[in-house]
């Protein structure tokens, strides 16, 4: 027992009474900014609804952040407060994620809210059309409560340049069709009536999209009943009860050639024996965010055709054993978004055959969710970071499951394979390669769109026999083949047939299949410059490499005089050490400059 007094004994000092520590911990409960006020709480739940026994879903966040945005054209810090006490997360984690979205806008106190915004899209195809003056003008001639920003490729190229007047996009923009819709409050996404035919298969070698005269921001599409009327969901139903062999579906995908068509280009039929061999329960990740400059191939399918997308999931499902499907669309495709929505009930509603739980979940504006792990993390309500591998998704990944991800176009093509046989796809193909391929073609072509053409095409047949040509007075100067990440190649290497595998000896790939076709008006290093912004814009900033190396290297190509040795050890350093694939591939522009456009450096 311890005396007061003795030498070398700590004596306990009481520093506050029981009553300072509760009157210490109400003060801290209070302060400005912690505490949920009653009329906040009662915004929120109005908009999320009534807390169910077992609590908010943690996954939902995001969902919950649209509806704020959606019902605001903000987020309030006060509606932050509110939504982190009413889902019982901590507000440091909500602010974490509403801030690392570009369509969330937080603000703070009593600041003004947003007014209407116009986004001026200025990725390189729009650019290439005159974003940049049409962004200037607007600025100065939109009045009012109207801000005008800039903003990524918006998945529109080939009606560049477009402006987003709230969510309803104007093509072809110029500053009076813009202002005329401010004018008229047209700020929501038009709807078109379901009521289409439209037969892919039928348009195999042909051009998907119109001529650009005709094209429409939301055209005709084919609804559930006209869907199922030509046959629609047989597959799925058969394969369910059995009249279809499971085995025999996975071989025709395997047979077919089918690669992931969101890039990766992962063979399909291998993709789903692999899942299917993982333990229950397992679930399924569809990738429609689309985000990479220049695609625009998987929206085009969408608002035309969404059921023949949906029997596609459902046959993976059923093939693999998925239990929850989440379909992942980027934010910016609100009339696709309100399709999904309505043809999702529809199906939901009749169904043809039991259905597994199907989810559509609302991306926010971020391209890196574009990578399949980033995109979990974004279902799962969190930041879209990407994860590190091993393990992979297959193994562990949406909700610590096994999970079959996909992108849309290859769940697209799943029922035309399996009803016609896999040789009707494999039997496309030019130059030795296999298969179809859907080219998102924009820049300087006569009739820019989505190209069903055959796999291993060359870029000078494509722009000839697909595009009608170079614009007049325009020849063929480079291209880059896959989108921002896939390089830039001069029109001397035009003969290179485009497919998987056939670009990457010359520090190329085809990726998503978007290609940008310049002219001699063009300049690659502009162009590199151009990708070179966005990826530093669109970095999540979660390894040093990509988050730095892309911001050096916008300053560095910016410069009169390219620096190219210290470019090259950015390139270096970011190709091998970034955690994913944008900052591994941020440095295919800038290679592909120095190794072929090198008297654009000379000055």
């Known amino acids: ?32 900014g912690r505490q949920a006020d009653d009329k906040s709480l ?88 005159g974003a940049q003056s049409l962004m200037s003008k607007l600025q100065t001639t939109l009045g009012g409560d109207v801000r005008v ?53 039928a348009l195999a070698l042909k051009s998907i999209s119109p001529a650009p005269s005709q094209q429409q921001v939301s055209p005709d599409f084919v609804g559930f009943d006209a869907y199922k009327a030509k046959g629609g969901y047989q597959l799925a139903a058969n394969l369910l009860s059995g009249k279809q062999d499971v085995e025999a579906v996975i071989k025709a995908m395997e047979d077919s050639g089918l690669r992931g068509l969101g890039g990766a280009g992962f063979p399909a039929g291998r993709k789903w024996r692999i899942v299917r061999d993982q333990p229950a329960p397992k679930l399924m990740a569809v990738n429609i965010d689309e985000g990479e400059p220049g695609t625009f191939k998987d929206r085009t399918y969408l608002e035309r055709d969404p059921h023949r997308f949906l029997e596609g999931l459902l046959v993976a499902a059923y093939a693999v054993g998925v239990g929850a499907c989440y379909i992942y669309l980027r934010d910016e495709y609100h009339g696709a978004r309100a399709l999904l929505e309505a043809e999702l009930a529809a199906l939901q509603a009749n169904p043809p055959c039991p ?92 009739h820019p769109g989505v190209k069903l053409a055959p796999a291993g095409i060359t870029i000078r047949e494509l722009v000839d026999q697909y595009c009608g040509g170079m614009l007049d007075g325009h020849e063929l100067y480079a291209y880059l083949p896959g989108g921002a990440s896939g390089g830039i190649l001069p029109a001397s290497m035009g003969d290179i047939p485009l497919d998987f595998d056939t670009l990457q000896p010359y520090g190329c790939f085809i990726g998503s299949a978007a290609v940008i076709v310049l002219s001699q008006q063009d300049t690659a290093r502009e162009a590199a410059v151009n990708m070179m912004r966005f990826f530093a814009d669109e970095s999540c900033g979660q390894c040093t490499p990509c988050r730095v190396g892309t911001a050096k290297a916008v300053k560095l190509m910016e410069a009169t005089k390219w620096d ?40």
């Open 42 to 129: 009662a915004e929120v739940i109005t908009l999320i609804g009534a807390k169910p026994a077992n609590g908010h879903r943690r996954d939902l966040l995001i969902e919950h952040l649209h509806k704020l945005n959606d019902a605001y054209r903000c987020l309030y810090d006060r509606h932050l407060v509110a939504l982190a006490r009413e889902m019982n997360i901590p507000m440091a984690e909500v602010y974490e994620v509403a801030t690392f979205y570009h369509h969330f806008e937080v603000v703070k106190g009593d600041e003004k809210a947003p007014g209407l915004t116009v986004r001026v899209c200025d990725g390189l195809s729009c650019e290439m059309h």
């Open 1 to 32: 027992m311890n005396h007061p007094g003795r030498k070398g004994e700590v004596q306990a000092v009481a520093v506050a009474t029981v009553d300072d520590l509760r009157e210490r911990i109400r003060r801290k409960s209070k302060l400005k």
């Open 149 to 201: 920003l800039h903003a990524p490729c918006v998945g529109r190229c080939e009606q560049a340049p477009v402006a987003v007047v709230h969510q309803n996009p104007v093509l072809r923009a110029t500053p009076e069709s813009v202002a005329k819709a401010v004018k008229a409050g047209a700020s929501t996404h038009p709807k078109s009536s379901g009521k289409a035919t439209f037969e892919p298969a």
């Open 355 to 446: 259905l597994p739980l199907i989810e559509l979940r609302r991306g926010a504006g971020a391209y890196i969710c574009g990578e399949e792990s980033a995109m979990i993390e974004s279902i799962e309500g969190k930041r879209g970071e990407p994860r590190m591998r091993p393990p992979y998704i297959a193994q562990v990944g949406l909700f610590g499951r096994p999970t079959l991800e996909h992108n849309f176009e290859t769940l697209y093509w799943v029922r035309d394979i399996v009803q016609k046989g896999p040789s009707w796809f494999s039997g496309f193909g030019a130059n030795g390669r296999k298969g179809l391929r859907s080219f998102s073609v924009s820049g300087r072509v006569r």
């Open 564 to 603: 190219n040795e210290t470019l090259e050890d950015l390139c270096q350093v970011m190709a091998d050490a970034s955690i994913c694939g944008l900052g591994q591939a941020a440095p295919n522009p800038i290679r592909c400059v120095q190794k072929y456009f090198p008297q654009e450096l000379a000055s």
